[in-house]
């Protein structure tokens, strides 16, 4: 565990805190060509060497380099302009899942073998189920109550961010069932009461407040449900 600690920071070092923007700029613009793209991948590799701390993971530390060079040389050449923030989000989870492989591979590891592992296929599903099938359902079950102003408003709404409000408070309170920090839901219930009150104080519509208020209390609701059923069930396992 700590080796991959240690991995993750350079990780940081060399792709965020020491990466100037006038590098990221130069690798899009001549990719393969750029001399800091070699620059880059140098630098993990020399930061993964020394936090590593032993002479033996420096041909880990080559692979590490090599393998980043590819991710990254992948990502050049397909990412445009609309998808540049999908391949952002691959190249940083393909380099994390590298660092863990490599990990295993040095410790002399075998990889979990997931397929027979009961507790993961339970919290699977479990956030799984609190991401879109549970979006649908409650928008489903509200619409009945859905006044007009809410429609006039989307004007001035981020496209789809209600949705994913929806989504990341669920997760969000999944975990603290989870965690047994009940205490924190009611914290995070109130925090978006906070900022859910100018907007519905300046709409002045009580029927728009009635709306929020049923969908927020039933997407609380559900993963409250969720977790404590993922919880019961986690306690069956032999």
């Avoid at 899009?28 to 993990?44: A, G, M, P, Q, R």
């Avoid at 391949?87 to 380099?95: G, L, M, N, P, R």
Wanted: charge should be positive; proline fraction near 3%.
């Amino acid at each position: 565990m700590i080796l991959f600690v240690k991995l993750f920071l350079g990780h940081l070092l060399g792709d965020f805190i020491w990466q100037p923007n006038s590098w990221v700029a130069d690798k899009e613009i001549k990719k393969h060509k750029s001399i800091y793209l070699y620059v880059h991948i140098f630098l993990h590799g020399i930061l993964a060497a020394i936090l590593a701390g032993e002479i033996s993971f420096i041909p880990y530390a080559v692979l590490i380099a090599v393998t980043h060079g590819i991710i990254d040389l992948i990502k050049l050449n397909f990412q445009k302009k609309k998808n540049k923030r999908t391949w952002f989000v691959a190249d940083q989870i393909a380099h994390i899942l590298i660092l863990i492989g490599v990990v295993f591979l040095y410790e002399n590891k075998t990889v979990p073998n997931f397929w027979t592992n009961n507790e993961f296929w339970i919290f699977l599903t479990g956030i799984l189920l609190l991401t879109k099938p549970a979006s649908i359902f409650i928008k489903t079950i509200i619409s009945i109550w859905a006044p007009e102003s809410k429609i006039d408003n989307q004007d001035n709404s981020l496209i789809a961010a209600g949705n994913y409000i929806g989504i990341l408070e669920r997760l969000f309170v999944f975990g603290f069932i989870l965690t047994n920090h009940f205490e924190a839901i009611g914290f995070l219930l109130a925090a978006k009461s906070i900022f859910r009150f100018g907007d519905l104080k300046e709409a002045k519509d009580r029927k728009l407040t009635e709306y929020v208020l049923i969908g927020t209390l039933i997407s609380f609701g559900a993963a409250i449900l969720a977790g404590l059923i993922v919880q019961a069930l986690l306690l069956q396992l032999p």
